[in-house]
């Protein structure tokens, strides 16, 4: 997270205190009114009106969230592609590609790794991108990566997951929060996922779930994020070997704070941590950075970061040392699991069965 980005969080979340901060909070509430009135309004138009949204002749299943920032979807995106692809379709993901420089971002690179055999297509116009899965790729269905907001292509289920340590963004609508719309937003959910959900008290859990049912009718799931290896090259490790050490760790996602308690919660102790900001595009002064920082820890010190940036760097060691990396899965309670299998088949089953496709025409 670059100082900015620090910066931002400190003045809507409230942790930064006096005059300056408190007029600065003024400003940005007053900018959020305009954004939230505009996006109520274009959501108002897409309700009323189904002929501004595209459909396609293949079942589309939409992964998303109502915050800004780091809620979990790309390990939501596998779980899901992971379930499709093993009831024998074939699945193409289709994304923005915010934040990446020239080419795929690392959200892509990350999913080439994890699922090789599910193309990942990327680019503004997502109907498009639909059409070239269908046409090219021969497709059977597609998953719409960080879709919630993106209304134009309809999709036949609407996942939305909401990070259970912290759900709404502070309460307020962006650039007064870190919510991309007003929660009521939620409404238009088929399978909501609380991500994280063991990082709070049962307690906050369940009044979250309250709080949800008030605003969505929509099946609710909880799910953990949890490192299912640790790697080095070609070496694979059980992330449990990380107990009880030192290590070292740097990351650039969305929320390094998670990375931070991810690396904690093996029973690590972090003895020196190096944060850039999300979607970071590594450059040589950085890696020239980053070598000089790992030579500077003794020798017992693991070098950890997450895959996300491992995928762009693309390095085995740094300073002659192993750097490894921790991956993490989404994993879900097995009737949870069973759930949203259960949902996505009834999807496949529901669209074979009509007899006749909805029209790709515009």
């Not at 991810?262 to 190096?274: C, H, S, Y």
Request: proline fraction near 4%.
């Amino acid at each position: 997270m670059s100082s900015r980005e620090q910066w931002f969080r400190s003045i809507v979340s409230g942790q930064r205190r006096g005059p300056t901060a408190f007029a600065v909070r003024l400003l940005l509430r007053g900018a959020s009114v305009p954004y939230a009135l505009a996006m109520r309004l274009r959501n108002r138009r897409y309700d009323r009106d189904p002929a501004r949204t595209v459909r396609v002749n293949i079942p589309v299943v939409s992964v998303g969230n109502l915050t800004l920032g780091g809620t979990g979807k790309t390990p939501c995106v596998e779980l899901v592609a992971g379930m499709l692809r093993d009831d024998d379709f074939t699945v193409a993901i289709l994304s923005r590609g915010y934040g990446s420089t020239g080419g795929v971002n690392d959200e892509a690179m990350l999913l080439e790794d994890n699922l090789p055999d599910v193309p990942h297509l990327q680019g503004a116009d997502r109907t498009m991108l639909a059409r070239t899965a269908m046409i090219e790729l021969e497709s059977e269905v597609l998953i719409l990566d960080d879709g919630f907001q993106h209304r134009r292509l309809g999709r036949d289920l609407d996942i939305v997951l909401i990070d259970a340590t912290e759900p709404w963004g502070y309460g307020r609508v962006f650039p007064a929060g870190m919510l991309r719309e007003p929660r009521r937003g939620l409404g238009r959910a088929n399978l909501i996922v609380l991500t994280r959900s063991d990082r709070v008290r049962p307690e906050v859990l369940a009044s979250l779930e309250d709080e949800v049912r008030t605003l969505a009718g929509a099946t609710i799931l909880r799910s953990v994020h949890k490192p299912t290896m640790l790697v080095s090259g070609d070496e694979v490790e059980s992330p449990t070997v990380l107990n009880g050490q030192e290590v070292a760790s740097f990351c650039g996602i969305a929320d390094p704070a998670n990375f931070r308690a991810t690396v904690r919660g093996l029973g690590a102790e972090i003895v020196g941590e190096m944060v850039f900001a999300d979607h970071h595009a590594y450059t040589r002064e950085d890696v020239d950075r980053l070598r000089a920082w790992a030579a500077g820890f003794p020798e017992h010190v693991k070098i950890v970061t997450t895959q996300k940036d491992i995928v762009k760097l693309r390095l085995a060691d740094l300073a002659g040392r192993g750097l490894w990396y921790i991956r993490i899965g989404m994993s879900m309670n097995r009737a949870d699991t069973e759930t949203l299998r259960n949902r996505l088949r009834q999807m496949m089953n529901e669209t074979a069965d009509t007899g006749e496709w909805p029209s790709t025409d515009d």
